[in-house]
């Protein structure tokens, strides 16, 4: 199954989040953060596209070794048609 919407957060200039990369399941994949309740965001970019070319422009820029973006690549191949329905907001936003 896929999420049929995913939003992508990116914080520029962070002053008062706290990187909790070493706690994700994700590990250094993705930049996470946590902020506390009060911090204001201002919305700097939005850009909206499909899940598939997301995806594939993700793993082609990623720092994976050739034959772990062939594995992914294929997998994400394989769904092009149920992803392409699927839509990823990125927003770019800093703190207020």
Do not use: W
């Not at 996470?32 to 700097?44: D, F």
């Amino acid at each position: 199954m896929v999420n049929r919407y995913s939003v992508i957060i990116e914080c520029e200039n962070n002053n008062f989040g706290v990187g909790v990369q070493h706690i994700s399941k994700h590990g250094n994949i993705e930049a996470e953060v946590l902020a506390p309740s009060t911090t204001k965001y201002v919305i700097t970019d939005k850009k909206v596209i499909n899940k598939y070319d997301y995806l594939v422009q993700s793993v082609l820029s990623s720092n994976y070794s050739k034959e772990e973006k062939d594995v992914f690549l294929k997998d994400i191949y394989k769904r092009k048609e149920l992803l392409e329905k699927c839509d990823v907001t990125y927003y770019k936003v800093k703190e207020a």
